[in-house]
């Protein structure tokens, strides 16, 4: 028989990742473009970690793509930091 997981438990990732996505997205306030594109990123991620049938399956690819993708939201997140800083 599986265990599920408790109320607290969910409530807790829940609360986590929607106060991390207002961390991120406070970032993009004044860049819509650069919001768009993270949030294209951020569904590929999830496209892809959906896609999982093993790493052998899809020749450790999967991972290297999600790892870039991640790298890249990274960098977009850091544009708007640098363009907040620089320009008005």
Avoid: C
């Amino acid at each position: 028989m599986k265990k599920r997981p408790s109320m607290a438990v969910l409530v807790g990732v829940a609360l986590a990742l929607g106060l991390g996505m207002g961390t991120a997205y406070a970032q993009f306030i004044r860049h819509p473009h650069l919001r768009a594109a993270d949030q294209h990123a951020e569904a590929a991620i999830l496209q892809m970690q959906r896609a999982h049938n093993g790493d052998d399956w899809f020749g450790g690819h999967r991972v290297r793509a999600i790892q870039l993708l991640q790298q890249a939201r990274e960098q977009m997140r850091l544009s708007a930091i640098y363009a907040d800083r620089h320009h008005d």
